[in-house]
């Protein structure tokens, strides 16, 4: 956690040459202007500016001008750079000319998200994150085939498994960077792979989200194979979904389990108006529906056919959202998870019973009378469109 004295005097005294400047745009693509040493007081100062016209989602050209500050907490060298003349990178907050927080800045959003949760319901949430991503040959040409890396299964271990060395070297940078990974291993596709991340706050969980698919898109590049984190690269197989888990601490007055059964509740009231920033491309729904990620809107204590799912292992308070996909802005994403959650809070909702039954099984599911997720990205832009909730939060990001 630097501090604006400290990144600068890192830069003077470990060779750093380029800095990166990173932001993203409403879909959670990654952009990025490199600047010199010479240039990062003023970075800090006055930010850099950008054509906000030429970004997806942002400013028409009248309104163009705007500028990135480098938020100096997220500095990181990036290891797979020479060590000599070194580039590092940070995330930026984004200003308008006038000075002001840009509207559409998605780490402000979450940002300010986490703010309301943390004044208005006094309460602190962590999140961990669980991605899952296949890994393709290359044809003759160095262009992405469907041909997956390997044709092991679930946890299956090497010879079957091709991913190890590559998923240690992910791991290994992920550490570099200063973010911890958790657990890999090999999932249920042939070459799908999924490396989990320890708790943190939701900022930084994001920030981890994104860095990590960087990672694994240059590593997988740099061993002649192509990463997907779309959601159902490989029809009849297994699809890519990011989970999240959300775990609480409340203030010493409240039930953890009370608080975190409102949270559920709210989650679950409002999941078919934020679905379209959990499951954003027409991929998503190809994926939900099938191959173990439920299509019906549902929560239950182990039970991992639910889309809520909370894990019952002494002294947690903890709640799994299983419908979200790696396409996801995970800022929006988080976002809309945690004004849910403050809904469910503040209105002191309660979720409907839990579902115990398998809702893998289309026909022991359709007998429950469960509501269901958007059946394509159409309809949930539309309900989110309809939606007044959304209306408060995240209206200027549907695309």
């Known amino acids: ?44 100062s006055e930010g850099i500016p950008f054509d906000a016209s030429a970004v997806q989602g942002f400013e028409s050209p009248e309104k163009s001008d705007l500028y990135l500050v480098p938020d100096a907490s997220t500095l990181a060298i990036i290891p797979w750079r020479p060590m000599t003349g070194k580039v590092v990178r ?30 208005e319901c006094g309460i602190e949430v962590m999140v961990g994150t669980e991605i899952e991503f296949y890994l393709f040959k290359l044809d003759e040409k160095g262009e992405a085939t469907k041909i997956p890396f390997d044709n092991a299964g679930y946890m299956d271990i090497a010879p079957l498994d091709h991913g190890e060395n590559i998923r240690r070297d992910i791991c290994f940078t992920l550490e570099q960077m200063g973010f911890t990974p958790e657990a890999s291993h090999h ?3 042939p070459g799908q792979n999924e490396i989990d991340f320890r708790y943190s706050d939701p900022l930084t969980a994001a ?28 029809p009849g197989e297994a699809g890519n979904g990011m989970h999240i888990t959300f775990s609480i601490n409340a203030k010493e007055d409240s039930s953890a389990e009370k608080v975190l059964c409102s949270m559920l509740a709210g989650i679950h009231a409002h999941i078919e108006e934020i679905t379209c920033f959990l499951n954003p491309t027409e991929n998503s729904y190809k994926r939900l529906g099938t191959a173990k990620a439920t299509q019906y809107v549902s929560w239950g204590k182990e039970n991992r056919s639910a889309l809520i799912r909370i894990p019952t292992k002494k002294g947690e308070a ?37 579902t115990e039954e398998n809702l893998f099984d289309n026909k022991t599911a359709s ?12 309809e949930a832009r539309e309900i989110a469109k309809k939606s007044d909730f959304v209306a408060k939060i995240a209206s200027d990001y549907i695309l």
Do not use: H
């Open 1 to 44: 956690m630097y501090t604006k004295e400290e990144v600068l005097d890192f830069v003077k005294e470990e060779d750093v040459k380029f800095i990166r400047l990173a932001f993203f745009d409403v879909s959670g693509r990654q952009k990025n202007i490199s600047i010199m040493p010479t240039e990062l007081e003023r970075a800090f």
């Open 207 to 234: 920030d981890n989200v994104e860095t990590f698919k960087w990672i694994v898109n240059t590593k997988a590049a740099s061993n002649g194979l192509c990463a997907d984190f779309s959601p159902k690269p490989l």
């Open 318 to 354: 903890r709640l799994e959202i299983r419908s979200p996909d790696p396409e996801c802005n995970p800022y929006l994403a988080l976002t809309c998870l945690i004004y849910a959650a403050i809904d469910g809070v503040k209105q002191n909702m309660t979720a409907p019973a839990a």
């Open 367 to 378: 007998r429950l009378g469960l509501r269901t997720l958007p059946q394509s990205l159409e």
């Open 90 to 119: 940070m995330f930026c907050n984004i200003f308008t000319p006038e000075g002001n927080p840009y509207k559409k800045d998605c780490r402000r959003l979450l940002k300010t998200a986490c703010k309301t949760m943390r004044e």
């Open 187 to 189: 999932e249920e596709g």
